[in-house]
């Protein structure tokens, strides 16, 4: 199994605080039957800053560092970007890392409670030079949440979504367990990432997310989303259907 979006690399946002937190996070992960993770630390993202070169060189010191205590899993240089107006410029390659610095596919995270107006230029931006978005998390932004069809739009636009595992289960609340299943079910999303941050309050679920979208939907789909996790690290096209718009009368916010 691949973890596409993980907070592993120690001591440079609210992830794994320290080595030690890194080293108990892979073991944890390879209990879950996990063999490799994205790395993605936040970046533009209040106080954390972590652009591309010191991604690429923890990355590779932690995965000497699991070498040497025989852990065996591997880890991949990703980001978890906030958006911002910039990305597609040419001046941003720089700072940015793609997903397995592929340049094929870069996460993509929205403020909390609102969707910059820009977004959809900047998607549209960013396919021209040959990069898919991945909205990370669509059902913890308030305005995706209580409005589906901004995400429909972007996914019929070519963007791409993945939802969190501690969001699929119910971890988030049963609003957010309804929200999530509803994106999965109207093609709506991709992938299902930990965005594990520790081995306590915020760890991988993958299992237990990978069993629920089996009670859910049958054999077939946790099969394509493990597959897919595959495709994007490898920089290839993703499985993904038709999208769905979410028809309902009314949804009450959790917001």
């Not at 669509?138 to 070519?158: A, C, K, S, V, W």
Request: one cysteine or more; a negative charge; hydrophobic letters at 40%.
């Amino acid at each position: 199994m691949i973890d596409i979006h993980c907070h592993i690399l120690p001591g440079i946002d609210d992830g794994a605080a320290d080595e030690q937190v890194s080293l108990a996070m892979a073991r944890q992960a390879v209990a879950e039957g996990i063999t490799q993770i994205v790395a993605t630390p936040h970046h533009r993202n209040r106080h954390w800053d972590n652009p591309k070169p010191s991604i690429i060189n923890m990355v590779k010191t932690l995965n000497q560092l699991f070498e040497q205590n025989q852990i065996g899993l591997t880890v991949l240089p990703g980001q978890e970007p906030r958006i911002f107006g910039e990305m597609a410029d040419p001046d941003s390659e720089a700072e940015l890392v793609t997903v397995n610095d592929n340049k094929k596919y870069i996460l993509v995270e929205f403020p909390t409670h609102h969707v910059p107006r820009y977004a959809q230029q900047l998607f549209f931006d960013l396919q021209v030079k040959g990069i898919t978005p991945v909205i990370v998390h669509p059902e913890r932004n308030q305005e995706i949440f209580e409005h589906p069809e901004i995400l429909y739009n972007f996914i019929t636009d070519g963007a791409l979504s993945q939802v969190t595992a501690s969001s699929l289960i119910g971890k988030e609340g049963k609003k957010v367990k309804k929200r999530t299943l509803q994106f999965i079910e109207n093609n709506l999303s991709q992938f299902v990432a930990s965005d594990a941050h520790n081995v306590t309050a915020r760890p991988f679920h993958m299992q237990e997310a990978f069993i629920e979208l089996k009670k859910q939907f049958g054999r077939e789909l946790p099969h394509t989303f493990r597959e897919n996790a595959e495709l994007l690290i490898n920089g290839e096209l993703v499985n993904r259907e038709e999208p769905v718009e979410i028809k309902e009368k009314k949804f009450f916010g959790i917001f």
